[in-house]
T-cell receptor, first 113, second 114 residues
């Protein structure tokens, strides 16, 4: 069974701190790893994504680190802001299999001012 | 620009009643369409996806069904709702030639079965 395991389930960080969310996957056929951000009552929106031939990708304050041998990847939110408070989902897909994403369980991040 | 609409936004239904959630996409042709369910405090589970009119693939055996009567319309249905059907239902689309893993989600439909 394809699975993506995400931790922690929830996270509280002070404004300006670093939020770190970790994900682990089992299926080595996965070749695309996006992160989605979801605000309460809204649908998720793509935040950042990485392919397994890259070990790190940075977009603004958001960075994905990817460890292919360990089958793990993580999201770092630098200089966390109250507006970053949301639920974050990691996901994985096989590009040749029609964009069917397998999602992690989600991490609820609360950034305190 | 492309937009996706889902309705109703909120629904409270008794056990055993039927269900119909609708999703439409505007501004694109022949999208891939998806239905996901998000249980409270949990991740998103893929229920159905469709690559064309009348073409539906089910990912999880369950009490629900999906149909795609038109190119940009995707409907999630049930003949008799169960308590376990409660959740947040999300429709999503992606262009066939789009970037892998980039789904565009609707605003969701929150279903409570009592």
């Amino acid at each position: 069974q394809q699975q993506v395991k995400q931790s922690p389930q929830s996270l509280i960080v002070q404004k300006g701190g670093i939020s770190i969310i970790n994900c682990a996957y089992e299926n080595t056929a996965f070749d695309y790893f996006p992160w989605y951000q979801q605000f309460p009552g809204k649908g998720p929106a793509l935040l950042i994504a990485i392919r397994p031939d890259v070990s790190e990708k940075k977009e603004g304050r958001f960075t994905i680190s990817f460890n292919k041998s360990a089958k793990q990847f993580s999201l770092h939110i630098m200089d966390s802001q109250p507006g970053d408070s949301a639920t974050y989902f990691c996901a994985a897909s096989i590009r040749a299999a029609g964009n069917k994403l397998t999602f992690g369980g989600g991490t609820r991040v609360l950034v305190k001012p | 620009s492309q937009t996706i609409h889902q309705w109703p936004a909120t629904l409270v239904q008794p056990v055993g009643s039927p269900l119909s959630l609708e999703c439409t996409v505007e501004g694109t042709s022949n999208p891939n369409l998806y239905w996901y369910r998000q249980a409270a405090g949990r991740g998103l589970q893929l229920l159905f996806y469709s690559v064309g009119i009348g073409q539906i693939s089910s990912e999880v055996p369950q009490n629900l069904s999906a149909s795609r009567p038109q190119d940009r319309q995707f409907i999630l249905s049930s003949k008799k709702l169960l308590l376990s059907d409660s959740g947040f239902y999300l429709c999503a689309w992606t262009p066939i030639a789009g970037r892998a893993g980039e789904l565009f989600f609707g605003e969701g439909s929150r279903l409570t079965v009592l």
